[in-house]
């Protein structure tokens, strides 16, 4: 590809300031939250409106260029990084809010626009955008769109793909169309929900119709301490199979107990406890209350030692802080982590979260947990030194081996991150041929020459010579392969 050709074409119909082809600025764009994987792509632009986006896909189409789309680089399966040249478009400068509709309670986004700035703009108006990643100050909704993300409150309210009505898309080949619209119900295939969770392999975002929530009269979070794991892991059980709705269940371990009263000098969490549970309550107040009391019992029923609740926003955003800081606090603890992403049957969780306290003294690495527990969704964080000499290949071979776990308990190999370029490998794990297949016509018919964000979600033989688990099978037969044959 004459990458000098392109730079020239996209500055003849993008401003100037638009195109960053300098490398020391390039740099900036090499990884995303996956820092284990890092790529400089050749070239990048930041388009301020659809017109721009369209120019620069139809270029990408002319030249056969591949292009990748990126939101805030928040992401955790390298979906928003060019591992092979490629364009990398960047929707930072499209961050204008362009309708709000309380009436029928929607808003309309330019894809750039950050997670919390949704609910910022309405909450005055007592209105609130329900999807909320860790990552909501940095991440955009267009990543949010491209992943299909979840977070805190998606356990009573449904991931992002719920919250999403209608998409204006900037197709491979640069045709810009409208897929759902405004109305919560339509005719038509539901192309939107195909489009949402396609990681960028289906085209470019560049506006977000989005539902917004009334927000509840009365919310309430329960803390409930515990001396192990498995016992928090019984409370959650407990609760979701009661009478009691929590809008998030959210759980921390020691080590991120410890990393978060280190760091955030906070006193709400006991430096003694194992295990954490965080359970927030919403609804009309008479509910709330009786779900209270109600959450307060089972907590105590599983084992907890201390339940304590917390009514009034500014003590609910203290109990809060710490889960929603926990990451941070252990990426200042630890030199870095490698964050995965799995879910089990919410009845497995005692018996996974010890599994995983049993792999990772096998592996010889430290792994803290701090998750979205309502849901099952695991995010145990390998903890390492990245300049311990092959230390890369030891990390992702613990984090395959929980992944392997989450499937023999009859989960999946992600929840909310993504495969992108991370989990490709493993797909064939969770999917059959047949499924693979029929997954990938889809993508063909949208994405025929394959330049929307190559080489994510699907293994292919150039990536995934050979799946790790496929290995662990050969070596179980007593069959070695080469060293080159894991590609990771
Ligand atoms: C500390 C931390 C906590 C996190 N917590 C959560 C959590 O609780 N829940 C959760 O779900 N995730 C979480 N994440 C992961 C991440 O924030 C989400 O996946 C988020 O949606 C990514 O948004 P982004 O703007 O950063 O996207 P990027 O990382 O830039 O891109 C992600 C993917 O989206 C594609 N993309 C971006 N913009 C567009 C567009 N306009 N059109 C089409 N494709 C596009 C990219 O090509 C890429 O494949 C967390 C990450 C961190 C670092």
Not at 39 to 63: D, F, G
Not at 354 to 383: C, K, M, R, W, Y
Request: aromatic share 4%; hydrophobic share 40%.
């Amino acid at each position: 590809m004459d990458w000098r050709q392109l730079e020239h074409d996209l500055r003849q119909q993008l401003p100037a300031s638009a195109v960053v082809a300098a490398r020391q600025e390039l740099l900036a764009y090499d990884c995303d939250g996956l820092t284990l994987q890092r790529h400089q792509p050749p070239l990048v632009v930041l388009p301020e409106t659809t017109a721009q986006v369209a120019a620069a896909v139809r270029l990408c189409h002319q030249h056969g260029v591949p292009f990748v789309a990126r939101g805030s680089g928040t992401g955790l399966s390298g979906g928003a990084v060019a591992e092979a040249p490629a364009l990398v478009i960047a929707t930072s400068r499209m961050r204008r809010i362009l309708g709000i509709d309380l009436d029928n309670h929607t808003i309309t986004v330019e894809p750039g626009v950050i997670n919390s700035w949704v609910t910022r703009a309405v909450a005055g108006d007592g209105f609130y955008y329900a999807p909320d990643p860790s990552s909501q100050v940095a991440c955009s909704i267009g990543g949010n769109v491209a992943e299909n993300s979840g977070g805190v409150h998606c356990l009573k309210y449904g991931v992002t793909n719920n919250h999403v009505l209608g998409l204006e898309v900037v197709l491979p080949d640069g045709t810009v169309t409208q897929l759902g619209g405004s109305l919560a119900e339509c005719p038509e295939l539901d192309l939107r929900g195909v489009f949402i969770g396609s990681e960028g392999t289906l085209g470019i975002a560049t506006a977000v119709t989005l539902r917004l929530l009334r927000a509840p009269q009365s919310v309430a979070v329960l803390l409930a301490d515990f001396s192990s794991m498995e016992a928090a892991g019984e409370a959650v059980r407990l609760v979701t199979a009661a009478a009691v709705q929590p809008a998030g269940m959210e759980m921390m371990d020691r080590l991120c107990l410890e990393a978060v009263n280190d760091s955030l000098g906070l006193e709400d969490y006991p430096r003694d406890a194992a295990a954490v549970l965080l359970i927030e309550l919403d609804g009309q107040q008479r509910e709330v209350d009786a779900a209270i009391a109600l959450a307060s019992r089972l907590c105590r029923q599983a084992g907890a030692r201390q339940v304590r609740a917390a009514r009034d926003p500014e003590q609910c955003a203290r109990f809060w802080k710490g889960r929603k800081n926990a990451i941070t606090a252990l990426g200042r603890r630890y030199p870095s982590y490698y964050l995965q992403d799995g879910v089990v049957p919410r009845s497995q969780l005692p018996r996974v979260l010890a599994a995983i306290e049993t792999l990772s003294a096998q592996h010889g690495l430290p792994v803290a947990n701090v998750f979205h527990a309502g849901d099952g969704n695991l995010h145990p964080l390998v903890l390492y030194d990245p300049k311990v000499p092959g230390i890369s290949k030891r990390v992702k071979e613990l984090g395959a081996a929980i992944l392997g776990l989450c499937l023999d308990v009859g989960g999946s190999i992600s929840g909310e991150h993504g495969v992108g370029s991370d989990k490709r490998c493993y797909m064939d794990w969770m999917y059959g041929g047949d499924d693979l297949a029929t997954m990938l016509l889809v993508r063909q018919a949208l994405n025929p020459d394959g330049l929307a964000n190559p080489d994510k979600q699907f293994p292919t033989p150039r990536t995934c010579s050979e799946s790790v688990r496929r290995v662990q099978v050969l070596q179980a037969e007593g069959i070695s392969l080469p060293a080159e044959a894991l590609v990771f």
